[in-house]
């Protein structure tokens, strides 16, 4: 059964229209983490929740945010995308904060037109 | 130099063969992931050590602190094997971020 469960797949915006992505887990971790993959590129970390105790990476720009409603739900926002934005959208969690695996979402491919 | 280095980068072999994935890094670290993407895919977690082996299935993973070398090992592998794989260390007081490795394009052939 999935865990961590990432909606859509596959999403298309045109440049500058807000699209938010979508991810839930069923393993009521307290942690939950927003990746960026570009193409060829390993995973960026943009921020992640803690419960609800939210932490931006110093490098995340400003047009990424981020609402985590409840344990089992967590989205992120991108207010104006621009067409550098276009990856996949990892989300992942993890029990705790430190040394806990990370389980991973199967990710939304993002592309902007 | 990255921090987290693996090798090959590119690997074909061909159905059965015993494959080693190797990860060196070269900081402290709180534990290391094994992980898997297929292409296109989203990242399964196969692997977290903080010392020792742990074996699941066809896979096997080694870490050896001292060398701060880690290997990832598959047994009799299979083109279902292909993917990408990769390692990513959790540095000393660097909270819950992972450091990457570059990854390793695996292609088992039939």
């Known amino acids: 059964d999935a865990m961590v469960i990432q909606n859509p797949r596959y999403q298309v915006t045109q440049f500058g229209k807000p699209v938010t992505l979508s991810c839930s887990q069923t393993?009521?971790?307290?942690?939950m983490y927003w990746y960026q993959q570009k193409s060829s590129q390993a995973p960026k970390l943009l921020f992640h929740?803690?419960?609800?105790?939210?932490?931006n990476e110093a490098d995340t720009p400003d047009n990424f945010q981020s609402r985590r409603p409840n344990t089992s739900f967590c989205f992120l926002d991108i207010r104006s995308p621009g067409l550098g934005d276009a990856a996949m959208y990892l989300c992942?969690?993890?029990?705790?904060?430190?040394?806990?695996?990370?389980?991973f979402g199967p990710g939304t491919r993002l592309t902007v037109t | 130099k990255n921090e987290v280095e693996q090798s090959p980068q590119n690997l074909t072999a061909q159905e059965g063969e015993f494959i080693t994935i190797n990860c060196s890094y070269s900081?402290?670290?709180?534990?290391l992931h094994w992980l898997q993407q297929h292409p296109g895919g989203g990242i399964v977690s196969l692997f977290m050590l903080s010392s020792g082996k742990k074996k699941h299935g066809r896979l096997i993973a080694t870490i050896n602190i001292q060398e701060k070398h880690s290997s990832l090992h598959i047994t009799a592998s299979h083109p279902r094997d292909s993917a990408v794989y990769i390692c990513?260390?959790?540095?000393?007081?660097?909270?819950?971020?992972?450091?990457f490795g570059g990854g390793t394009r695996l292609m088992v052939k039939p």
């Open positions: 992942a969690t993890s029990r705790n904060r430190g040394a806990y695996e990370q389980y």
């Open positions: 929740y803690y419960d609800k105790d939210f932490n």
């Open positions: 900081v402290g670290i709180s534990a």
């Open positions: 393993l009521n971790h307290n942690v």
């Open positions: 990513a260390v959790r540095k000393n007081n660097a909270g819950n971020m992972l450091t």
